[in-house]
């Protein structure tokens, strides 16, 4: 028998073994979702866009602190929706920016990625500064 038969014969039933089942236990499992409320933010759309910048530029801490990130990116979301009409208005040109990068913030902790976040952060900082001009 050739010899790199014989390797790949090991390799395979060795990488075969390895392989194992995980058991979901459904009695450990929470009974109830928790359950969470997100509020309408309200006031001058300056206001919004500094808090919708501040928050931005925490989410990749929270994170790393394994705290509340997925209420810290709907809350980034809750306030850009409440600034949104009125960025619209002022600067048509930059809510796409806007959109790609709150959106960002959710699929950075969908997937648990601290440096998008940071990235989002800038961008967002960046899209505020030249709203607020």
């Known amino acids: 028998m050739r010899p790199y038969l014989v390797i790949a014969a090991c390799v395979a039933s060795s990488v075969a ?3 194992c089942a995980t058991t979901y236990d459904a009695s450990r499992a929470p009974s109830t979702a928790a359950v969470t409320t997100t509020t309408e933010p309200t006031g001058a759309v300056e206001d919004l866009l500094v808090r919708l910048g501040d928050t931005a530029l ?15 990116a ?3 979301a809750a306030l ?3 600034a949104r009409p009125e960025v619209q208005a002022r600067r048509p040109d930059l809510i796409e920016g806007f959109d790609i990068n709150v959106a960002k913030c959710t699929t950075a902790v969908q997937f ?17 500064a030249a709203t607020l001009g």
């Open 80 to 82: 850009w929706a409440a």
């Open 58 to 72: 925490g989410l990749s801490t929270v994170m790393i602190e394994g705290g509340d990130s997925q209420a810290v």
């Open 17 to 19: 073994g390895v392989s």
């Open 112 to 128: 648990k990625r601290a440096a998008d976040a940071d990235k989002a952060a800038r961008n967002l900082q960046a899209l505020v």
């Open 74 to 76: 709907a809350q980034i």
